[in-house]
């Protein structure tokens, strides 16, 4: 498995799209999702990972998954790509952690074209861990390569991604189980290597402490390669 794209909350659509197009990235409308709840817009980056810019387009969520984040726009969640999801959740390791039977999603773009996939989720009482991501149609609908991957400030890649959680130890020996990936321990915390990025688990420093007790434990913070050093987007 990788990492798909990392889900970024915004209040606005058309103003973050706008802000992020100034900040030198290419930004490709996404679509209203089969719910009618939000909508997206990607930042498609070169080695096919995205940032999700999302945006709710109602007030009224309901029991939406994310509505508890509605607060706190930034980095919310992640998810991996997996190429045979309903084995996974039937096999022993998605018993293991928990994980969600399959559901179906979509989204319908700009130019109508109408996108699907199928997802499957962690435990909500499990922080830490990614959704699952399967596509039904070409994932180059979803994700489009080409123009749309190239940046005027040389973006490349999300380079790392860090969580923060109460019990780094056993956040990232589930991520080591799930993503067939070694868990190794760092002064601050633990590290893995999904593909191209690297992934951190640590406790939460005292900065974060009324973040996550509000918002609860997870996504912290990321970095996007450029062509000359790194950027980093925190949650807040």
Do not use: K
Not at 190 to 202: E, S
């Amino acid at each position: 498995m990788h990492l798909d794209h990392i889900v970024f909350l915004v209040d606005d659509l058309d103003d973050a799209t706008a802000r992020w197009a100034r900040d030198g990235y290419t930004v490709t409308p996404g679509g209203i999702h089969a719910d009618g709840l939000t909508h997206n817009a990607l930042i498609c980056l070169a080695n096919g990972s995205y940032i999700e810019l999302l945006a709710f387009r109602t007030s009224i969520v309901g029991a939406h998954r994310w509505a508890r984040f509605r607060a706190f726009p930034g980095p919310i969640d992640y998810a991996l790509a997996h190429d045979d999801l309903p084995a996974f959740v039937a096999g022993p390791t998605g018993q293991r952690l928990g994980y969600s039977a399959c559901d179906e999603g979509g989204r319908r773009r700009p130019d109508g074209v109408e996108i699907r996939w199928r997802t499957s989720w962690p435990p909500e009482s499990v922080p830490g861990l990614p959704f699952l991501i399967e596509d039904l149609t070409p994932r180059d609908q979803r994700v489009p390569a080409g123009s749309a991957r190239s940046h005027p400030n040389g973006a490349q890649r999300i380079a790392s991604l860090t969580l923060a959680v109460h019990q780094p130890a056993e956040t990232a020996q589930r991520l080591a189980l799930l993503c067939g990936a070694a868990a190794e321990q760092i002064a601050e915390g633990w590290a893995l290597q999904l593909g191209a990025t690297q992934l951190y688990v640590r406790q939460p420093i005292p900065a974060e402490g009324a973040l996550i007790s509000r918002r609860g434990e997870g996504i912290v913070s990321f970095t996007v390669a450029l062509a000359s050093g790194e950027l980093r987007f925190y949650a807040s």
